[in-house]
């Protein structure tokens, strides 16, 4: 464990990783997800962040519904509101209200990015958290995560900075402090990593539960000095968590209202009748998912095909084998929070590949630093085998590190010439959904307040028109469904001043388009 201040040189690198997972993030979400939602659940994330983005928790509903149709928004007693928890659009929303909202998440992965060094630094040394951040920058599974609008990046901060207070809490008692101040800090990640994704959090933090549970019962006589130590966690975690409760009480009426159900009532957590479609979630599905899902997560997790995996176990030798005595638990901690990820979603009946088997993200740190760990010591390995001491220490060393940061880069190229072009191609575009037709519309379009009917009800033929609704239908541009003349009578009705056209399959037209019951 290294215990010293940081340096200018630790400051260094983790500024120039933090850089690095940023710009390669930001070229993602520019030039791939181009900066636009493509699943319903991003969609709705923007809803609610365009909403908070006014300052409001709920927006009033379109008065012509059908034609305002978007996917999990829903409207609750005249109150329009999105069915996710809140903890991802309140980090969304400044980002909006500046109208930079897709940089949100690359900047939240080089906020991870720089905390992964900083754990690894701290449990190890400078050389892994410096393999560790460039192994999770270059990771596909990194770069479409925090490209998007979904969740998982958020999360994946929070759930870093949870390890990583733990880790600093433990030092600190070691140095003869409480550390409640790194308490406070962890409890904060934690009630914000509910307030993001509730199940997530219950996976993560449930090692580290454990961990102290087992602390507890082995030595009786210390509750009090735990109990000292962790009682800010556990007042900062709960204070921030029950932020959502209290959304729900307030725009719903009560705190235990199950916004999910009311999209689909099959959407809950747990097996048998009634929980995901056809006749129920069962422990078979959930086997067959939750294999596929790794199957994916082999390759996508550092792009080497099948073998992602290859260094954890190496890793887990290693990091018991350095690290300090008093910290043999933590290589375990490191890969705990992905094993009860696995076995947690287990229980939900959805599986995840769209953008990679992201229900497993938020183990991105510890998976990263133990592979940091096994490459090191594998290639230590074979060098003290071929070299046998040849020209003394530490000529040796330097001749290690450069070995173990050429696997690095050779596994690196491995990543891009192999694995990720073929990633890049299916995400880009993904569903059909590109920006071209936002970019015609800018150039054809005559004035700054345009009205836009898009025929088609399925979400691949108005997902990229549709995010460019605000919450309230006032900004330059306000989509709506092409259902019928009535419809959009009434619509037009309510944009009287506003330049219209009409949209399908990838065309625009001044005319409105002949609907299939009309003669030819």
């Given at each position: 464990m290294n215990t010293r201040r940081y340096t200018a040189h630790d400051y260094l690198a983790l500024l120039t990783l933090a850089l690095l997972a940023l710009a390669l993030a930001a070229s993602m979400a520019w030039f791939v997800t181009e900066r636009i939602p493509h699943l319903e659940d991003e969609i709705t994330y923007l809803f609610q962040a365009r909403t908070y983005a006014r300052g409001a928790l709920w927006a009033p509903p379109p008065p012509v519904p059908r034609?305002?149709?978007?996917?999990?928004?829903?409207?609750?007693?005249?109150?329009?509101?999105?069915?996710?928890?809140?903890?991802?659009?309140?980090?969304?929303?400044?980002?909006?209200?500046?109208?930079?909202?897709?940089?949100?998440?690359?900047?939240?992965?080089?906020?991870?990015?720089?905390?992964?060094?900083?754990?690894g630094r701290d449990l190890y040394d400078r050389q892994i958290g410096i393999l560790a951040g460039v192994l999770a920058s270059t990771s596909p599974f990194f770069l479409i995560q925090s490209s998007t609008y979904m969740s998982h990046a958020a999360s994946c901060l929070w759930s870093t900075l949870l390890m990583w207070a733990m880790l600093r809490v433990d030092m600190a008692r070691d140095s003869g402090g409480r550390g409640r101040g790194w308490a406070l800090a962890g409890g904060l990640a934690l009630g914000m990593l509910a307030l993001t994704r509730a199940l997530t959090a219950a996976a993560?933090?449930?090692?580290?539960?454990?961990?102290?549970?087992?602390?507890?019962?082995?030595?009786?006589?210390?509750?009090?000095?735990?109990?000292?130590?962790?009682?800010?966690?556990?007042?900062?975690?709960?204070?921030?968590?029950?932020?959502?409760?209290?959304?729900?009480?307030?725009?719903?009426?009560?705190?235990?209202?199950?916004?999910?159900?009311?999209?689909?009532?099959?959407?809950?957590?747990?097996?048998?009748?009634?929980?995901?479609?056809?006749?129920?979630?069962?422990?078979?599905?959930?086997?067959?998912?939750?294999?596929?899902?790794?199957?994916?997560?082999?390759?996508?997790?550092?792009?080497?095909?099948?073998?992602?995996?290859?260094?954890?176990?190496?890793?887990?030798?290693?990091?018991?084998?350095?690290?300090?005595?008093?910290?043999?638990?933590?290589?375990?901690?490191?890969?705990?929070?992905?094993?009860?990820?696995?076995?947690?979603?287990?229980?939900?009946?959805?599986?995840?590949?769209?953008?990679?088997?992201?229900?497993?993200?938020?183990?991105?740190a510890g998976l990263c630093l133990l592979s940091a760990l096994g490459l090191r010591g594998v290639v230590q390995l074979l060098h003290r085998g071929l070299t046998r001491r040849r020209r003394g220490a530490a000529e040796g060393i330097v001749s290690r590190s450069r070995l173990v940061y050429g696997a690095l880069g050779a596994l690196i190229a491995l990543n891009a010439a192999?694995?990720?072009?073929?990633?890049l191609s299916e995400w880009h575009g993904l569903y059909s959904i590109t920006r071209a037709p936002i970019e015609r519309?800018?150039?054809i379009r005559e004035s700054d307040r345009v009205l836009v009917f898009v025929r088609g009800r399925h979400w691949v033929q108005y997902g990229a028109l549709f995010s460019l609704n605000s919450p309230w239908l006032d900004g330059p541009v306000v989509v709506a469904h092409d259902i019928s003349p009535e419809h959009n009578a009434a619509v037009r009705e309510l944009f009287p001043e506003r330049e219209v056209w009409y949209y399908s399959e990838g065309s625009f037209s001044k005319e409105p388009l002949p609907y299939p019951d009309e003669g030819s």
């Open positions: 034609s305002f149709f978007t996917p999990f928004v829903l409207t609750l007693n005249g109150r329009r509101i999105g069915k996710y928890a809140i903890g991802w659009p309140m980090l969304l929303a400044p980002g909006e209200r500046v109208r930079a909202g897709w940089l949100v998440n690359p900047l939240l992965g080089g906020l991870t990015v720089a905390l992964i060094y900083a754990l993560v933090f449930l090692p580290f539960a454990i961990l102290l549970l087992g602390r507890a019962l082995r030595r009786p006589a210390d509750v009090p000095a735990l109990v000292g130590t962790y009682w800010p966690m556990a007042v900062a975690a709960l204070l921030v968590a029950s932020l959502q409760p209290l959304y729900l009480y307030i725009v719903t009426g009560s705190p235990t209202t199950n916004l999910y159900t009311m999209v689909w009532p099959y959407d809950r957590i747990g097996f048998g009748p009634g929980i995901g479609p056809n006749e129920g979630h069962t422990l078979r599905q959930a086997l067959f998912t939750a294999r596929q899902d790794l199957t994916l997560w082999t390759s996508e997790l550092f792009g080497w095909p099948y073998a992602s995996w290859l260094f954890l176990l190496p890793g887990l030798v290693s990091g018991v084998r350095e690290g300090d005595p008093r910290r043999r638990v933590w290589p375990f901690l490191l890969l705990a929070p992905f094993v009860s990820l696995v076995v947690v979603y287990l229980a939900y009946w959805v599986g995840a590949q769209v953008y990679g088997p992201r229900y497993y993200y938020e183990g991105l192999v694995y990720l072009p073929a990633r519309l800018e150039e």
